[in-house]
Each structure stands twice: as C-alpha cells, then as structure tokens.
C-alpha cells in the first residue's frame, strides 16, 4: 500500500451541491496533487500543493478549489456541483526531487468516486 | 495536440503470449517517464519508471525513443493477473515538483 488515503470512497451528491473530499498524504511527503478521472478517460491534472500553497493548477474552474495543511494532508472543494463532475478523484503525493531536472511520481490514494445526480 | 497519447486498445492476449504497448508524447524536452498500472475501478499504481533508454523489470521492459518520442511497454509470458489499464505518464518538465500528464490508458486482457 502507499500510504495515501482518501475519505471518503464513495459519495453522491445532487447538482448544485459542494462537496469536501480529504487526503492525507505518505509519511515524509510534502507535495499533494490532485486528479480528476472520467470513465475511460486517464486521469487529469486539478491542481498541487506544495508546503501548503498552491503549485500549478491544470484547466479546471475556479469552482474547484483546494487546501494544503501543516501536516501536509488536503483538501479539494467543489462547489455548484455538475453531472460532468462525476468521476473518480484521486489524490497523490510525492517528494519532489528538486534541482534534478527529473520528474517525480506519484502515489496514489484508492480515491473518491463521486456520483453527481 | 495532446501531451500522451495511447492506443486505448482493448489488446486480447492467450497467457504466455508477448504484448507491447506504446505511448507518444509531445514535449521534446521531457526527461523521465513512467508506466502506471491501474486495475478496474481502483487507484493507479507505479509499475515502471523510465530515465534514460530503457528499463526492465522480470518480465516487463519499457524503451525509449527520444528521436521519435515514444514510449514502449513490453510485456513477456503473459499471466492472467496482468490484466489491467496500462497508463503511460509524462511529468511536466516546466514543474519540478511532480505534475503528472496521463495517456488515457491501454486496456488488456489476458485470457487462459
């Protein structure tokens, strides 16, 4: 296992609703990203964390919005829900390996599966 | 254009059998990339990382072709339990800090 959790594994929630989703990331990670899945889709880029300020942000509305905490865990909100909202949404943490050059992956939560009615 | 691409298959394979995916991508200037073994309706797990021409691992190799950017998985001795989505990831080189860019996966099946 990786060590990342999500809470919580399931929802569903009525359009127009928000929603919390929370993760706490791998012991000695700092940096928490967060993706959407779609059904068949691969996953794509909401935004990061890094030491609790926001680190790059992919093409998502400002309805989305996210936290980063101390003990380097997060959040992501979603406000005014869609029925397009629905999707998995994974959480993933890393160690960023800085000055390198070189990318970092990344561990996976199991997710949340949201279902927006 | 799109940052990965992947043929989303689905690939149907007897057990024993070798299957290779590939996987391109659009930034010449990416570095590493890695291969994300996702099983249905669960998580994304690393499976390889790739940093300079290749890698293997048992059963699994995976190439790199920086002059035509492209990406290959190759698996040998097909099992049953490599059943799963295949997902080629390229980190955005402009971030440092782990920003992941997703091929939308290769389907494969192993069958008896």
């Known amino acids: 296992e990786t060590g990342v959790t999500q809470s919580p594994t399931h929802l569903i929630k009525t359009r127009g609703q928000q929603v919390t989703l929370r993760c706490s990331s791998q012991?000695?990670?700092?940096?928490v990203s967060w993706y959407q899945q779609a059904l068949g889709q691969g996953p794509q880029f909401i935004f990061q964390?890094?030491?609790?300020?926001?680190?790059g942000r992919g093409n998502f509305p400002p309805r989305f919005s996210g936290l980063q905490f101390p003990n380097y865990s997060s959040e992501l909100n979603v406000n005014a829900l869609e029925l397009d909202d629905s999707a998995l949404y994974l959480c993933a943490s890393s160690f960023p390996k800085l000055g390198t050059g070189v990318g970092t992956e990344a561990f996976f939560g199991q997710g949340t599966r949201l279902t927006v009615v | 254009r799109k940052e990965v691409e992947q043929d989303p298959g689905p690939f149907n394979v007897p057990e024993g059998a070798t299957v290779a995916f590939n996987c391109t991508y659009s930034n010449s200037a990416s570095q590493s990339f890695f291969w994300y073994r996702q099983d249905c309706r669960k998580e994304p797990k690393l499976l390889m990382s790739?940093?300079?021409s290749g890698n293997e691992d048992g059963r699994f190799t995976a190439q790199l072709n920086r002059a035509s950017q492209y990406i290959s998985l190759l698996i040998r001795d097909s099992k049953l339990s490599d059943s799963a989505t295949y997902l080629c990831v390229v980190p955005d080189r402009g971030s440092t800090l782990g920003r992941l860019y997703f091929g939308r996966g290769t389907q494969l099946t192993v069958w008896p």
């Open positions: 012991s000695g990670h700092n940096t």
């Open positions: 790739v940093y300079s």
């Open positions: 964390y890094y030491r609790e300020e926001e680190n």
